[in-house]
């Protein structure tokens, strides 16, 4: 297997690289701290803040395409944008009083459920979600739940239609399917340390849980006791 390197010397906008994704066409979306690089094997296009005044954003944190076509682009300190999969125009999210709400947003995580609605985690300003068919939103924050952080990296959907929410507190929070009622995990016999962190879960319905300095939590299904492994038990780094 063959490794070609793409960086600032053959059109990448910056070297440090947050998010990648492929969209429906096969072109290669690469989300930088200094702007969005389009890239199709061969050919690439840079969309940049300061040169190109129909882009509004510069530093990408995360990408994620819709099943409509449209591409969401989260972005540190400039809320979310998305591109539009029929004009190819970068606009404001539909619902503007959202788009107003997240303007100055560090967007950290986009994700889809089951039901095409989107999950939009943010360093600071909490939790949202929403719907694009109806246009429709809902804020989960410290002031309106029972969330103990805004600082709010990553969510994820079990089998049950579950939102699993990571944030920077120590508690694991989730949001009931289909009553909506978003509760505390307890966990009485662990702790999930760490500011950032990332959910991931398994083809079992297992959720992991990669923190920042603290190592990987295991939830295992059905069972309300986790595993913690670090560096002590053969982890190269707790950092994940």
Known sequence: MNFEQLDISNGLPHNTVFCIIQDRFGFMWIGTQDGLLRFDGQNSKVYVNSSNKDFPAKNIQCLFEHPSGDIYIGTRGQGLIVR???TGRYESIGNKSLSNALSRSWVKSLYMDSHQRIWISTLGDGLWVYNPKTNEYQSYNTNNSILNSNQVSSVVEDKEGNIW????????????????KLLDY???DQKF???RKVLFKDKSD????????HGLYLRENKQQKSRHFTTDDGLSSNII
């Open 186 to 188: 307890e966990n009485a």
């Open 84 to 86: 539009s999969g029929m």
């Open 165 to 180: 929410i990571a944030s920077s507190s120590d508690h694991l929070f989730y949001i009931k399917y289909p009553s909506g």
């Open 193 to 195: 340390q760490g500011f």
């Open 206 to 213: 297992r959720l992991w849980l990669g923190t920042e300095g």
